[in-house]
Structures are given as structure tokens and as C-alpha cells.
């Protein structure tokens, strides 16, 4: 899936990925390919990325998710 992580600075994530899991208001939760459209809010926590093998993680401070025919845009503060 095509993941995009936007702050109001700059663009710090833009690529590919396996697996996202993020820090949801109600709990964690993770998207993986051809995940059904979805938009949701973010708290505090950190995003975890996996791709080929390798994580990454970003901390955010909330934000909002969506997720739309494999195309997953995140908008962090």
C-alpha cells in the first residue's frame, strides 16, 4: 500500500509499506493491504512502519487517518 505521514511542517514518510500500526483514540490498531476505507483519530503514541522486513517508527502527538483503495494518508501533528 501507498503511505503518505504529512506534519504541518513537512512530509516525514512517503512510500510503501506492509503494515501501519497506529496509536487510535480507542486503542491501537493496524492497517494492512486492501484494508477497507476508514477514516479515524489519532492520539499520542507512535506510528510503527514494516516494510520488507524492517520497522520504523514516528512519534506523533494526534492527528487523523485515511484510508482509501490502498492509499493510506496521515496527517500528524
Known amino acids: 500500500m501507498n503511505l503518505e505521514i504529512i506534519t504541518p511542517d513537512t512530509i516525514i514518510y512517503k512510500g ?3 503494515l501501519v500500526q497506529l496509536p487510535g483514540i480507542d486503542g491501537s490498531f493496524e492497517i494492512l493491504n486492501n484494508h ?3 477514516i479515524s483519530a489519532l492520539k499520542q503514541g507512535k506510528i510503527k512502519i514494516k516494510k520488507s522486513g524492517k520497522e520504523e517508527f514516528f512519534d506523533i502527538n494526534g492527528g487523523v487517518i485515511e484510508v482509501l483503495e490502498n492509499k493510506v494518508l496521515i496527517l500528524a501533528e
Open 16 to 18: 510503501e509499506a506492509e
Open 36 to 38: 477497507a476505507p476508514l
